[in-house]
């Protein structure tokens, strides 16, 4: 009898190319595709230069430029702009010597990559994906394993197809119920983080379950699975049903036809066999999660928008106190205040975590008919060109627009602050982002995480505010 398995197993077990140890633990790995950016490939194309080694399979790989690019309308000169144009003409260069499609700033479908690879349909279940970039766990969201890699393994991986790859334990995360009116994925997610903390899922792959999973949409399951390296998860899934079939159905580089109708008799095998064994497991009822915000500088701390600041002294860890203490130094905080009384000097919505169409929509709904409150500045950044088409066909430019809010090009822009989307040392962003750690926003930042419709409610009320209280209109 053929022993149980994971969905996790199943995918390594069918892309190992032969194990490395006797084990098994050790492998090399077999790498369906992967996306580059401008950012972390460029000594990967050093390399191979200096080898004198071309690509293995250059249509395996897809360029886009999404992190040191402005999302300004309008070029600015400076230093940093410079040396922002020598990068992006590198990756440029780099494309056409090696045969590799690229979305330059030009390309009609030009965005953050985990944004772009889904909405072509070049994410499907059953693949393996690595790419350079820590949030490659998006995939997971359509059944396929993402994850990221560093630079001298995507110099690996576009030699070889395949990289040396160690495999995880498997934990499942399952969350029961429904989730309530008002709490979207990105409030999920920040609860799992919170409950299990940052380094709770480390060395594992995490599958999640449970009827609330069932119940996301596929660009929620998305944020779910971005999000899940933040608890230290190595790969996160979640298995396809007919929710992802119909996602794909129609997407530019998605299978059709027989392709398509072979494709689906495999993809329903896609699934943890019932019996199978996780090494851990964790529990989360959705109906007792609360719209979310981070209070310190990482994931894990963060608290229901109905609460307030925590007192260290209450840790029992010694290690989480002293994070605890840092984290209030560093944010200006004290115990004890109210979530909702802090208040903020910017509102961010984007990042490859929230600036999908749906997210778009969310937050266009709370501000449609309000304004930025004085003293903010806010601006909305579409994840890609095709769903900025998308917004604008739907009028929520205008809607962001007239609400005050800057309109933006595509791009990773704010979420990381390597171009010239920086936020002045001790000022507070509320960001639909996905890290807050100290400085990731620009040197001195205080960043907020939550969701976009909570960025939304914040940028019109000028603090922290719970998006329940405020009525919400459809904003198309």
């Known amino acids: ?54 690509v293995f399979r250059p249509a395996s790989a897809l360029g886009v430029i999404d992190h040191v690019n402005s999302t300004r309308p309008e070029k600015i000169a400076s230093p940093q702009a410079q040396a922002d144009d020598l990068q992006m003409a590198y990756f440029v260069r780099n494309c056409r010597d090696f045969g590799i499609e690229l979305f330059d700033l030009y390309h009609r479908q030009q965005g953050i990559e985990h944004v772009v690879m889904p909405e072509l349909g070049l994410a499907l279940p059953g693949l393996v994906i690595a790419a350079g970039d820590s949030h ?6 359509f059944g396929a394993l993402g994850f990221g890699i560093g630079t001298s393994d995507i110099e690996h991986f576009l030699a070889t197809q395949t990289v ?52 996301l949409s596929i660009e929620g399951r998305m944020t779910v699975c971005n999000m899940a ?9 979640i298995a396809p049903d007919a929710k992802t079939y119909a996602y794909l159905e129609g ?88 979530l909702e009384d802090i208040r903020i000097d910017h509102a961010f919505i984007g990042s490859c975590t929230n600036a999908r169409i749906e997210d778009l929509r969310a937050a266009g709904a709370v501000v449609k ?27 929520l430019d205008r809607v962001f627009r007239e609400a005050g809010f800057e309109w933006r090009e595509p791009g990773c822009s704010m979420c990381l602050a390597m171009n010239d989307d920086v936020i002045a040392p001790g000022k507070r962003c509320a960001s639909s982002t996905n890290r807050n750690f100290e400085g990731r926003q620009g040197a001195g930042s205080r960043t907020h995480l939550m ?21 919400v209109r459809d904003a198309r």
């Not at 197993?9 to 190992?16: A, E, I, N």
């Not at 140890?21 to 194309?45: C, H, I, K, W």
């Not at 500045?377 to 739907?394: C, D, H, Q």
């Not at 419709?453 to 505010?465: E, P, R, T, W």
Request: net charge positive; charged share 25%.
């Open 1 to 54: 009898m053929a022993a149980l398995r994971t969905l996790y197993d199943k995918l390594v077990g069918s892309h190992t190319v032969r194990p490395l140890d006797a084990d098994g633990r050790d492998m090399l790995l077999y790498v369906d595709r992967t996306v580059l950016n401008e950012y972390t490939s460029p000594q990967a194309f050093t390399g191979l230069r200096e080898a004198g080694r071309p």
């Open 164 to 215: 040396v790859y160690r495999r995880l334990r498997n934990m499942e995360i399952a969350v029961r119920g429904d989730l309530p009116a008002g709490v979207t994925a990105k409030d999920l997610i920040m609860a799992v983080i919170r409950q299990i903390g940052a380094d709770g899922a480390q060395g594992h792959a995490v599958e999640f379950t449970g009827p609330a999973i069932r119940g």
């Open 251 to 338: 997407k530019p580089r998605a299978p059709k036809g027989k392709q398509l109708t072979a494709a689906l008799e495999d993809w329903r095998s896609l699934r943890t066999d019932a019996g199978a064994v996780f090494d851990a497991r964790a529990e989360i009822d959705a109906g007792d999660i609360e719209p979310m915000v981070t209070w310190g500088t990482s994931p894990d701390q963060a608290a229901p928008i109905s609460g307030a600041v925590p007192d260290p002294a209450l840790e029992a860890s010694p290690a989480r106190r002293r994070d605890a203490e840092r984290a209030l130094g560093y944010m200006g905080l004290s115990p004890g205040t109210r």
């Open 136 to 141: 490659t766990t998006t995939y997971g969201a």
């Open 451 to 471: 969701s976009p419709a909570m960025v939304a409610a914040a940028a019109v009320s000028g603090h922290l505010c719970d998006v329940r209280k405020l009525e």
């Open 229 to 237: 390296v933040e608890c230290g998860a190595r790969g996160a899934l």
């Open 369 to 395: 008919g309000r304004r930025v409150a004085p003293g903010v500045s806010a601006m909305v950044v579409p994840g890609s060109r095709e769903v900025r088409r998308m917004a604008e066909a739907e009028g």
